[in-house]
């Protein structure tokens, strides 16, 4: 895997994103004005799976970029629970709900693929090497 040196190059980052937007979009429709609790939480758990991904790529050594990754994990299951709700509560097609659910099983696997490596990797971080900002 080659070394990634900007966020906006991290395709588990990138595919997050559009999924993060798609609920965004998914929300905006008046379905869900009257659950106010479910749309904000959706939100935000989209939101969170590319922020820790974000957080730990940023964080700069391996152990913590797992460990954010992870948590964007748990963020993408709760995606996944939110989005049985909405289509229990009849906000969402049975379309819809496949095409996010499949989106969120992209990135899952992505992040999984990013786990698999970083946790077979012999490299601690941009925070490790030599003459890295925090060596001085």
Do not use: C
């Amino acid at each position: 895997m080659a070394t990634v040196n900007r966020l906006e190059d991290l395709k588990a980052w990138q595919k997050a994103r559009l999924l993060s937007s798609a609920i965004h979009q998914m929300t905006r429709d008046k379905t869900f004005q009257d659950d106010y609790d479910l749309k904000r939480q959706i939100r935000r758990s989209g939101g969170s799976v590319m922020d820790n991904i974000a957080e730990g790529f940023g964080r700069g050594s391996r152990g913590e970029f797992v460990q954010f990754l992870g948590i964007a994990r748990g963020s993408l299951i709760e995606v996944k629970s939110q989005l049985y709700r909405s289509i229990d509560n009849q906000y969402i097609t049975q379309q819809l709900f496949d095409a996010l659910y499949g989106q969120s099983d992209e990135v899952a696997r992505i992040i999984d693929s990013l786990l698999t490596y970083l946790n077979n990797s012999d490299n601690k971080g941009r925070r490790y090497s030599k003459g890295s900002p925090d060596d001085q």
